[in-house]
């Protein structure tokens, strides 16, 4: 059973420019979850995709942008990219969007984005 | 809104003897509670969840969690500690009904010395 897979699992990028992330979710899941990790902080929800449409956002500029496939895989799309981007970024995937809250998300093990 | 806090950013704990992380949570209305752990370089691994019913909720590798609604708080328990416990512990909160997004405390490392 493939847990969330994210690639790559390391990334440097200077400033201004932009890069792509993406997430694969456990099998059985069809949403998707981005967050960042600042060093020494909880994770910070970015948004989350379900039917290939982002549902829910949190407090995040439009540089973060984002995309569901129909396989349900995602891509998070960071533009013009900041010194403060520099975290490891999260994918979470769940089941049935936002209409289970009871349920746990399913974490993958992150990119680490650093920003020169 | 909804906010989570961990008092304490570190706990030290000798191995075999009992160890408690604190999580105390801020939410309108009935909040649904988690409990992470994230090894180096990991993401977060789901341990336990408090739903509804029994206060006391038992997770994985002999953990559980008390909920105590008059405190607000959710603190994660363990009756006996191992060095392999050693992580970064995260308590979420997510309210129940639609469209409500997990927000995740700040963390705990959890030290525990052999």
Redesign the interface.
Known sequence: DAG?TQSPTHLIKTRGQQVTLRCSPKSGHDTV?W?QQAL??????IF?YYEEEE??R?NFPDRFSGHQFPNYSSELNVNALLLGDSALY?C?SSFGG??Y??Q???????TRLSIL | AQS?AQPEDQVNVAEGNPLTVKCTYSVSGNP?L?W?VQYP??????LL?Y?TGDNLVKGSYGFEAEFNKSQTSFHLKKPSALVSDSALY?CAV??????????????TRLSVLP
């Open positions: 969330v979850s967050y020494g902080q909880g994770p910070q929800f989350q549902r829910q949190g999260l979470a936002a209409m809250s009871n746990p998300q399913h974490f993958g093990d992150g | 989570v649904y988690f992470y370089n990991r993401g977060l691994q789901f969840k739903i995260f997510r309210s129940k009904g639609y469209g409500q997004n997990f927000v995740f405390g700040p963390g």
